[in-house]
């Protein structure tokens, strides 16, 4: 799962690691509702509502281009272009790419702070997936590492997100010169030990992953080439995704949080 605050890039380095621009990115816009991406030899949308009466998806779509895929999901996950994301709770993407072989499933989570742009806990969200997931991204920007929010973030969170493998990401290292990356990181891995976390630093930049394949491949395409900055993601241990049954058996309870879990199971069996 990638979690940050707003415009860190999440959408934009699971583009780059998908192989192709999927998901909405914009710096004004926020994605909306929680995405999950899954294999699938031929593209599908399944959108998902609020109400927990129907564990059906509300709509589907399967036999669009790529393309009209590209403009419903940014329809579906954006909350100012349609007020119809206002009413999800989940979106699954269904894509022929094969670093989502292996049941792996990446997690766009609306940001942590989206409270101020759409009126709903982005935290609380990821706080709720938390639990299904092996691999958490931290992405921060490489001009606001060190901040109140990221600090008041992983302090609250330490227990939680240190149960699980954790990986920050220092992003947008484009837009500095060299010997910044290596001070921010620097000043960026200080806040973190004093917050008592021994985490894998990785310093990238999603757009120039992105860009890569705009250049190698301008028509898009299956075939997948990761940028070497984002190669962690393809190791073994964090193919899999933890949805055991015994944690499926447990989500007796369809409160709101819950049913978002268990839709992402559904579609990963
Ligand atoms: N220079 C630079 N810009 C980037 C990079 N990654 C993302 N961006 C830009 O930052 C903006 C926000 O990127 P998104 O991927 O939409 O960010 P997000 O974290 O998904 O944003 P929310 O969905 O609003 O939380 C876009 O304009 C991207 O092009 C990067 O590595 N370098
Ligand atoms: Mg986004």
Request: glycine share 4%; with cysteine.
């Amino acid at each position: 799962m990638f979690i940050s605050e707003r415009g860190n890039g999440k959408s934009t380095m699971i583009n780059a690691l998908l192989g192709y621009e999927v998901l909405r990115t914009d710096i004004t816009e926020c994605t909306a509702v929680a995405t999950a991406l899954v294999y699938s030899p031929h593209p599908f949308l399944r959108a998902y509502g609020k109400a927990t009466a129907t564990h059906l998806p509300i709509t589907e779509e399967s036999n669009l281009s790529k393309t009209e895929l590209r403009d419903c999901i940014a329809r579906w996950t954006t909350h100012d272009q349609d007020r119809f994301a206002n009413d999800l709770n989940l979106v699954v993407i269904g894509w022929p790419s094969p670093m989502l072989r292996s049941r792996l499933c990446l997690i766009d989570a609306p940001a942590l702070d989206a409270d101020k742009v759409l009126g709903f806990g982005g935290a609380s969200i990821s706080d709720a997936l938390l639990p299904l997931c092996d691999l958490i991204v931290f992405l921060v920007n490489i001009d606001k590492a060190v901040s109140k929010f990221n600090f008041d973030y992983l302090k609250e969170r330490r227990q939680r997100l240190l149960s699980k493998r954790i990986i920050f990401a220092v992003n947008k290292i484009d837009q500095v010169i060299d010997s910044k990356i290596h001070s921010a990181c620097d000043a960026f891995k200080g806040h973190l030990t004093e917050l008592l976390y021994d985490a894998e630093i990785l310093p990238v930049s999603a757009l120039a992953g992105v860009k890569s394949l705009r250049v190698n491949r301008p028509t898009g395409g299956s075939q997948l080439s990761i940028p070497p900055t984002l190669r962690v993601l393809e190791k073994d241990d964090v193919k899999v995704f933890s949805g055991d049954s015994s944690y499926r058996e447990a989500l007796h309870r369809l409160s709101n949080l819950d049913s978002l879990r268990k839709r992402i199971m559904e579609n990963i069996n």
